[in-house]
């Protein structure tokens, strides 16, 4: 089907510090498209300071901003406020396909908005999994649902496909791409060596480095206390040890960690670093301890064995290769695990030369020609298709009823 010259408008929507890493170079890829694409951005704000450095790094000054966040938010806070803000600029703007990423309640939020408007969702990240609605929380839940709006599917990898096979979701709508945070690293790898060796630098002095990150809502309370409980133990049972920790700014999280932490002279606590800070730190590091996502996938591309302190990963790509192993949030189980990796050489070695199964940086670049090749085929501007992005029918309109 000849497509017109009408361009496609996709609306990229992020919140949180991943989504921006992630669809960072999504939007650039779509944006070196210009003749096919018209890409604007929506920032819902779920996350604000950690977000402002990375516009920078990828050049976005965001169309929209919802100025959602608030101290302590809830779940129902960050939905109910993302569908009312955002609602009136997919009305106004009538994008041909929102792109959503990952698992976050942004992330739903703006799919089922989309939805409710007839709107396509674009779905990057999609079929991680672990089949537990609980943990994590409350992601696998939002992924899952994302997945029965979302039109198109960029699974990273064969697995994610796989996964949505399984639910039902029609093969022609998903496609492997690799994950997009493979595209980020390469990018901000560059600026991160190109930085110069500091003074303050951790990890001197022949001692050895671990980087560790944890946010979870499921690790609040008692998971926190066990994690840093293990951090306590690995620096008295290990002299030539030292951990640096960026600290998610949530209070359920920054208060605990900073009460247990603060005063210990091996342990580093800091504030979020920027992307090119942590790629760097990350660099210097042994090993990273962590609850996060992206540093799962970051850390193996980087020759960094992970253990992971959760009890389940949607990542289990990177636990079969071998580069990461399952610690939990628990005391002993951490301590032994990051042991063992750092004091046994052969299983260190082996944990840093997986092959890394993410992607190979150009998933932004797929996604940008698979959307091409998608709306060309079906051809953006045609009145079939058209009738999707309508919202009201004209009889339920105070206007259309009079008629
Ligand atoms: C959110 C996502 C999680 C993702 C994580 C990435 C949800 C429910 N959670 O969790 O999936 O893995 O982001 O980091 O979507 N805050 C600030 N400044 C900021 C950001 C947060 O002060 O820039 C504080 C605020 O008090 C805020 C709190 O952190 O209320 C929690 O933020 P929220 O986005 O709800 O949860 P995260 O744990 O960051
Ligand atoms: N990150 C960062 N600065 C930090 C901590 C993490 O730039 O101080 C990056 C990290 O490299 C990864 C992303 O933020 O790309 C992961 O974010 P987070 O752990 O908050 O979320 P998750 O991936 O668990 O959803």
Avoid at 54 to 64: E, N
Avoid at 174 to 179: D, E, L, S, Y
Avoid at 248 to 258: D, G, L, S, T
Avoid at 290 to 319: F, N
Wanted: hydrophobic share 40%; glycine share 6%; proline share 6%.
């Amino acid at each position: 089907m000849a497509r017109s010259s009408e361009k496609i408008r996709v609306m990229i929507v992020f919140g949180t510090r991943p989504e921006v890493i992630k669809l960072g170079p999504v939007v650039k890829a779509l944006r070196a498209r210009g003749r096919t694409f018209s890409t604007s951005t929506c920032f819902t704000a779920q996350h604000r300071r950690m977000c402002d450095p990375l516009f920078r790094l990828f050049a976005i000054t965001p169309d929209h901003d919802l100025d959602i966040m608030t101290e302590r938010q809830s779940l129902k806070d960050i939905v109910t406020r993302t569908m009312q803000r955002l609602d009136p600029i997919l009305a106004k703007e009538k994008p041909h396909m929102v792109i959503v990423q990952g698992d976050t309640t942004s992330a739903f939020a703006a799919a089922l908005v989309a939805f409710y408007r007839h709107i396509f969702v674009g779905h990057v990240e999609a079929g991680l999994r672990t089949g537990d609605l609980w943990n994590p929380y409350p992601e696998e839940l939002n992924r899952q649902l994302i997945s029965r709006v979302a039109e198109l599917n960029f699974a990273p990898t064969a697995r994610a496909r796989r996964a949505l096979l399984d639910e039902g979701v029609p093969e022609g709508r998903i496609f492997v791409t690799g994950n997009t945070v493979i595209d980020a690293l390469m990018f901000t790898v560059a600026k991160a060596r190109a930085r110069r060796p500091r003074a303050s630098d951790r990890g001197r002095a022949g001692r050895r480095l671990i980087l560790v990150t944890a946010h979870r809502r499921e690790n609040f309370g008692t998971g926190i206390t066990e994690i840093c409980a293990a951090l306590l133990d690995l620096v008295e049972r290990n002299d030539d040890l030292e951990i640096f920790l960026p600290v998610h700014p949530n209070p359920a999280v920054k208060e605990p960690i900073e009460r247990a932490l603060s005063k210990h002279s091996r342990i580093t606590l800091s504030p979020p670093l920027e992307y090119v800070e942590l790629v760097r730190i990350m660099e210097r590091s042994s090993l990273v301890l962590t609850d996060s996502g992206g540093l799962q996938e970051e850390a193996p591309a980087l020759g960094k064995p992970v253990v992971v302190m959760r009890d389940e990963t949607e990542r289990p790509e990177i636990v079969e290769a071998g580069g990461a192993v399952l610690a939990g949030p628990h005391r002993d189980r951490i301590v032994k695990s990051v042991e063992k990796i750092l004091h046994d050489p052969k299983t260190y070695a082996r944990m840093a030369h997986v092959r890394n199964p993410f992607g190979d940086g150009r998933a932004s670049e797929r996604i940008a020609k698979i959307l091409d090749g998608w709306f060309g085929s079906h051809g953006a501007d045609t009145s079939a298709l058209r009738k999707r992005y309508e919202y009201a029918p004209a009889k339920n309109t105070r206007r259309g009823a009079r008629r």
